[in-house]
Nanobody
Framework: QVQFVESGGGLVQPGGSLRLSCAAS????????MGWYRQAPGKQREFVAR???????DYTDSVKGRFTISGDVHKNTVNLQMNNLKPEDTADYYC?????????WGKGTLVTVSS
């Protein structure tokens, strides 16, 4: 079983910044990618960003140029630096880890962008 520790959510004004962090631990797992998804009220969970074992990164179009993912998948850690936040970024953000046959999810951390 895999456990995640997520941190960094909170309330921020439009144009502000937040940094999310996630660390996974447990036995008998090996991620080949880690990342972040988000779910806004009344909407489906959506992909935000990911990083692979060889440090390849990928982003959804709406956050390109504003969010930066970093971390070390070998060490089961991932971060998300979020700049120039917009009200539409408000959501629960979930840490995600992917093995060859399963997806693992954190419990989520709330990000609220509001004046």
């Amino acid at each position: 079983q895999v456990q995640f520790v997520e941190s960094g959510g909170g309330l921020v004004q439009p144009g502000g910044s937040l940094r999310l962090s996630c660390a996974a631990s447990g036995r008998d797992f090996r991620f080949y990618a880690m990342g972040w998804y988000r779910q806004a009220p009344g909407k489906q969970r959506e992909f935000v960003a990911r990083i692979t074992l060889d440090a390849y990164t990928d982003y959804t179009d709406s956050v390109k140029g504003r969010f930066t993912i970093s971390g070390d998948v070998h060490k089961n850690t991932v971060n998300l630096q979020m700049n120039n936040l917009k009200p539409e970024d408000t959501a629960d953000y979930y840490c995600h880890g992917q093995t060859h046959d399963m997806d693992y999810w954190g419990k989520g951390t709330l990000v609220t962008v509001s004046s």
